[in-house]
């Protein structure tokens, strides 16, 4: 059964850098997309980053020239660079996977527990 497990959050203070971590169970070099989301509590789940299949990155404008999204296919892993946090940028990261026409972590379904981001002085 294909599993997601995210790890690298912490605490750091503004300006601060994190990499977050993205292991899947299953190969990720067919994928159409990998993505990574955040979610505050009390706030709906936003996407932040992409990576599709060709090498193509996209991400939310909030982001752009901070974070950088990249793959490991030999560890079926990806990451996201974190740099010049915010406290705005606090909150739960997770992956997500579209493999096919089938997301991994369907909309309503549950998501895990991610890793949490706080970015605080």
């Known amino acids: 059964q294909e599993q997601l497990m995210e790890s690298g959050g912490g605490l750091v203070q503004p300006g601060g850098s994190l990499r977050l971590s993205c292991a899947a169970s299953?190969?990720?070099?067919?994928?159409?997309?990998l993505d990574w989301y955040r979610q505050a509590p009390g706030k709906q789940r936003e996407w932040v980053a992409r990576?599709?299949?060709?090498?193509?990155?996209g991400y939310t404008d909030s982001v752009r020239g901070r974070f950088t999204i990249s793959r490991d296919n030999a560890k079926n892993t990806v990451y996201l660079q974190m740099n010049n946090l915010k406290p705005e940028d606090t909150a739960v990261y997770y992956c997500?996977?579209?493999?096919?026409?089938?997301?991994?972590?369907?909309?309503?379904?549950?998501w895990g527990q991610g890793t949490q981001v706080t970015v605080s002085s």
């Open positions: 997500n996977l579209l493999r096919g026409s089938t997301w991994l972590r369907g909309q309503n379904a549950y």
């Open positions: 299953g190969s990720i070099s067919s994928i159409n997309f």
């Open positions: 990576l599709f299949r060709s090498g193509t990155t």
